[in-house]
Nanobody, 124 residues
Framework: QVQLVESGGGSVQAGGSLRLSCVSS????????MGWFRQAPGKEREAVAG??????????ADSVKGRFTISRSRYNAKNTVYLQMNSLKPEDTAMYYCAAAGRCSANPQRYNYWGQGTQVTVSS
């Protein structure tokens, strides 16, 4: 079993920055891809960004390209994935979830493991 723990959410004004972190309890092939999803009230969960363990491949939602950067590190068999969010907009307000899967996908149903979520609120 893989446990994911997010941190780093908070409240900022539009144009500000936040950095989210997600620590994975262990590495398995079924968690080779780690990604971020977000869900705003009344909306479906949407993919934000994803990255493979070897950092060879990443993806971003069109709405965050150029503003968000995903990165990953591995230490003591634990993986940590970061989401640097710059130039935040009110529409970025949502609960952000870390997730892991064997392969990256924008479909949340493909992900086997999920964190508890961290709230990001951007005020105008």
């Amino acid at each position: 079993q893989v446990q994911l723990v997010e941190s780093g959410g908070g409240s900022v004004q539009a144009g500000g920055s936040l950095r989210l972190s997600c620590v994975s309890s262990r590495y398995t092939y079924s968690s080779d891809c780690m990604g971020w999803f977000r869900q705003a009230p009344g909306k479906e969960r949407e993919a934000v960004a994803g990255i493979y363990t070897d950092n060879t491949s990443t993806y971003y939602a069109d709405s965050v390209k150029g503003r968000f950067t995903i990165s990953r590190s591995r230490y003591n068999a634990k993986n940590t994935v970061y989401l640097q969010m710059n130039s935040l907009k009110p529409e970025d307000t949502a609960m952000y979830y870390c997730a892991a899967a064997g392969r990256c996908s924008a479909n949340p149903q493909r992900y086997n493991y999920w964190g508890q979520g961290t709230q990001v609120t951007v005020s105008s």
